[in-house]
Nanobody, 122 residues
Framework: VQLQASGGGLVQAGGSLRLSCTTSGFTFSAYVMGWIRQAPGKEREFVAAVSWSGSSTAYADSVKGRFTISRDNAKNTVVLQMNSLKPEDTAVYYC????????????????WGQGTQVTVSS
């Protein structure tokens, strides 16, 4: 099983980044996909999740209206579009897969990627 996240980097406050997670080794379309982040010195926190079909999504209050999660089951890929970035969005972002949105909201994941660093400067 592999979850390869990419797209992180350094951006100024107010800017945008697009994170992608390409997966292999499991039945992508059968899993809820999500993103969890961990800022320096803080615990991991839920960011966003999308149902297996893409019809349902969930977001942390801190990112609602700024981040959009989507998936392409044909390409086994999940994307997190991040707009209006703030310095408090600085964290390592992990792509995760699990059986339901509630599990990802509880910062649980059956499968985890290696993480990609997002740094937002003020």
């Amino acid at each position: 099983v592999q979850l390869q996240a990419s797209g992180g980097g350094l951006v100024q406050a107010g800017g945008s980044l697009r994170l992608s997670c390409t997966t292999s080794g499991f039945t992508f379309s059968a899993y809820v996909m999500g993103w969890i982040r961990q800022a320096p010195g803080k615990e991991r926190e839920f960011v966003a999740a999308v149902s297996w079909s893409g019809s349902s999504t969930a977001y942390a209050d801190s990112v609602k209206g700024r981040f959009t999660i989507s998936r392409d089951n044909a390409k086994n890929t999940v994307v997190l579009q991040m707009n209006s970035l703030k310095p408090e969005d600085t964290a390592v972002y992990y792509c995760v897969a699990d059986g339901d949105i509630q599990s990802i909201e509880l910062v649980s994941g059956k499968y985890w990627g290696q993480g990609t660093q997002v740094t937002v400067s003020s």
